[in-house]
T-cell receptor, first 114, second 115 residues
Framework: GNSVTQMEGPVTLSEEAFLTINCTYT??????LFWYVQYPGEGLQLLLK?????DKGSNKGFEATYRKETTSFHLEKGSVQVSDSAVYFC?????????????FGQGTELSVKP | DAGVIQSPRHEVTEMGQEVTLRCKPI?????LFWYRQTMMRGLELLIY????????DSGMPEDRFSAKMPNASFSTLKIQPSEPRDSAVYFC?????????????FGQGTRLTVV
């Protein structure tokens, strides 16, 4: 079946540290891959995405590369800030002609300390 | 556009009562998703609709849960009867699939507490 697996949290870092959150997926066909972020008390919002192999999505200093050979889409940021504290979700969506289902990983909570 | 609108934002109800959660998707979007979020199980897809038709309801936990989308601008998720283990945050999301990489937009969620 189709699924997304993320590294477990919580992840606690000091400000300006390097961040990696691992994400791997299983999918039939050719999914698009996403990272969503959820700030406390809010819904999810799109952080970045990639639609085909070797694409790199980037936004707000975060980036992730679609690796088909390792079925991965790891999230990275070179220098985190306190304001990056949130829950991060990796997700995939199947093409519309395969149903368009949007599937999330379990989420990884990030806490950045000053 | 005001985004995806969910109501109510908070709901506290007694076990056994019927609960109805409401969602207004973004105008023009033709895919709608209902998710449930808990600490134990994370974000679970309950059901999703394309063009008002339920496509996959395999995530609906049991017969106590039902969802409808009578038109393109409104959907409901009903729990009858409610139980304490239904306590969670329920999110609605909508999208307009245009090919690869279509983004889903989420509402603020409804926090349901069943006592």
């Amino acid at each position: 079946g189709n699924s997304v697996t993320q590294m477990e949290g919580p992840v606690t870092l000091s400000e300006e540290a390097f961040l990696t959150i691992n994400c791997t997926y299983t999918a039939t066909g050719y999914p698009s891959l996403f990272w969503y972020v959820q700030y406390p008390g809010e819904g999810l919002q799109l952080l970045l995405k990639a639609t085909k192999a070797d694409d790199k999505g980037s936004n707000k200093g975060f980036e992730a590369t679609y690796r088909k050979e390792t079925t991965s889409f790891h999230l990275e940021k070179g220098s985190v800030q306190v304001s990056d504290s949130a829950v991060y979700f990796c997700a995939l969506t199947l093409p519309y002609n395969q149903g368009g289902k949007l599937i999330f990983g379990q989420g990884t909570e990030l806490s950045v300390k000053p | 556009d005001a985004g995806v609108i969910q109501s109510p934002r908070h709901e506290v109800t007694e076990m056994g009562q019927e609960v109805t959660l409401r969602c207004k998707p973004i105008s023009g979007h033709n895919s709608l998703f209902w998710y449930r979020q808990t600490m134990m199980r994370g974000l679970e897809l309950l059901i999703y609709f394309n063009n008002n038709v339920p496509i996959d309801d395999s995530g609906m936990p049991e017969d106590r849960f039902s969802a409808k989308m009578p038109n393109a601008s409104f959907s409901t998720l009903k729990i009858q009867p409610s139980e304490p283990r239904d306590s969670a945050v329920y999110f609605c999301a909508s999208s307009f699939p245009r090919g690869a990489g279509t983004e889903a937009f989420f509402g603020q969620g409804t926090r349901l507490t069943v006592v």
